[in-house]
């Protein structure tokens, strides 16, 4: 026992490390080449050689770090949590349609007023008077809606399998709403809307990283609070019931949680795939562990460092372009899916 522990902790203090050292490595990488030396004086307080490289270091790169950290570690926590919810290895804020509310939450907020004259949001300069807290709570709001419709079918339906077609099928009905919006809308808050739909960290000035930050904490604060009853979760509500737990407390938590992380990451960075379902089941496989102590901090963990990579690689060193975030999770994230499935018996898991 004592062996397993001592791994465990390695494991968590090497994830640390390594979340550290792409962070470094992301704000080295970009269109303006910045001397190493120059970063790391930069990062103790010396004052740098140009002002611009300051500007681009503080303005620009630490917080699009930073938002990659929070981003990542919200959605690996929101997929470990409906997995946990469902017990079903599939399930995930993407695949089960919470993604696509939050993005239909926002395109009500970007294009209903010209799609339908709503004076709510009006034309695309809305969008910015609006601003972030609108974009938050539309965001947020869409997400959670969607939750408790696959919640209220979740106490009807116990086969997981329907239960992931009917979340397809309410992703399929925002994103048929969405279009509907996106024929009516006007061209410039498509164009909008449309970039918003790619992903993307940057472009998150510091007071927005602020709330996003706040926002983040809150849907993680219920995780703490609960962890110890997402394990007994796992082996069936009755049995979780005999040993103490309050049922209904611990999915109104996962419901709020996962909504409040899954929504705002949606909403402030536009959807981004298959990290909430890839890094959840690459926690378990490398820290060989089904207990949630262990899997939350590791899937935040692992959250972290995948965006980072994704985010460094989307900015392709040594060129001035920068693909959207969301290609590159997708690029590794669905082969990553693909060879965990055949390496591992998820139906023995879960």
């Known amino acids: 026992m004592q062996s397993a522990n001592k791994h465990t902790r390695l494991l968590l ?12 490595v992301n704000i080295a990488v970009g269109s303006v080449h910045i001397p190493i030396e120059e970063l790391l004086g930069g990062l103790l307080g010396n004052p740098m050689s140009k002002l611009s490289w300051a500007t681009i270091l503080f303005e620009y790169r630490i917080p699009k770090a930073i938002t990659a950290l929070l981003v990542g570690t919200s959605l690996a926590l929101s997929g470990l949590q409906m997995q946990t919810f469902f017990r079903n290895p599939l399930a995930g804020p993407y695949v089960l349609g919470i993604s696509s509310g939050a993005g239909l939450g926002v395109a009500i907020l970007i294009l209903g007023g010209s799609a339908f004259g709503w004076s709510l949001t009006g034309n695309a300069g809305n969008y910015l008077t609006w601003g972030v807290w609108g974009v938050i709570i539309s965001g947020s709001l869409g997400a959670i809606t969607v939750l408790l419709l696959m919640s209220l079918t979740a106490w009807k339906i116990k086969d997981s399998m329907s239960l992931l077609i009917i979340g397809l099928m309410f992703g399929s009905a925002s994103g048929a709403v969405v279009s509907v919006l996106s024929y009516f809308g006007n061209a410039e808050d498509l164009k909008l809307f449309t970039i918003w739909t790619m992903g993307s960290l940057g472009g998150i000035s ?12 809150t849907g993680i604060i219920p995780v703490l609070l609960m962890v110890k009853s997402y394990n007994a979760m796992l082996m069936g509500e009755r049995y979780a019931t005999s040993m103490g737990i309050n049922i209904k407390s611990l999915r109104w938590t996962m419901i709020i949680s996962t909504g409040i992380l899954a929504g705002s990451a949606t909403a402030f960075c536009g959807p981004i795939a298959f ?52 290609v590159i999770t997708s690029l590794f994230g669905a082969p990553l899916v693909i060879w965990l499935i055949l390496k591992r018996n998820f139906s023995s898991e879960f």
Not at 280 to 301: C, E, N, Q, Y
Request: hydrophobic share 55%; glycine share 8%; aromatic share 8%.
């Open 13 to 24: 203090f090497s994830g640390s490390i390594l979340v550290v050292c792409l962070f470094l």
């Open 206 to 217: 510091g007071s927005q990283l602020y709330i996003l930050s706040l926002v983040c904490l």
């Open 275 to 326: 990290v909430g379902i890839a890094v959840p089941h690459l926690a378990r496989m490398v820290f060989r562990t089904g207990d949630h102590k262990i899997l939350f901090p590791a899937s935040a963990l692992i959250g972290a460092a995948f965006l980072l990579a994704s985010d460094a690689i989307s900015q392709l060193p040594g060129s001035a372009e920068t693909l959207p975030i969301n």
